[in-house]
Nanobody, 115 residues
Framework: QVQLVESGGGLVQPGGSLRLSCAAS????????GAWYRQVPGKQRELVAG???????QYADSVKGRFMISRDDAKTTVYLRMDNLKSEDTAMYYC?????????WGQGTQVTVSS
């Protein structure tokens, strides 16, 4: 199967920035939709940002203007640039690749926003 490896999470102060990376085996994001989700204990996993194979993007209302999803030229990696982070952004962040009936998930990377 396709493997997704996430990195870039960590501890950051409110107002700070982080860049999450999702590296895939092969150039799958040239064909697959890519997305970032997040989840906190006791809540449903929610879509944060998505990028289509054609380059279109979408964002959750809570992160619009602060987060940006992007893809490298080789289409092997999807990124999530997070600026002006808030405490409510604290969550486990997961990368997802989707094509038809195929879904692949990364292992998750923890983002903690705290003073």
């Amino acid at each position: 199967q396709v493997q997704l490896v996430e990195s870039g999470g960590g501890l950051v102060q409110p107002g700070g920035s982080l860049r999450l990376s999702c590296a895939a085996s092969g150039s799958i994001f040239g064909m697959y939709d890519g997305a970032w989700y997040r989840q906190v204990p006791g809540k449903q996993r929610e879509l944060v940002a998505g990028v289509g194979a054609g380059g279109s993007t979408q964002y959750a209302d809570s992160v619009k203007g602060r987060f940006m999803i992007s893809r490298d030229d080789a289409k092997t990696t999807v990124y999530l640039r997070m600026d002006n982070l808030k405490s409510e952004d604290t969550a486990m962040y997961y990368c997802k690749a989707h094509l038809g009936s195929w879904d692949y998930w990364g292992q998750g990377t923890q983002v903690t926003v705290s003073s």
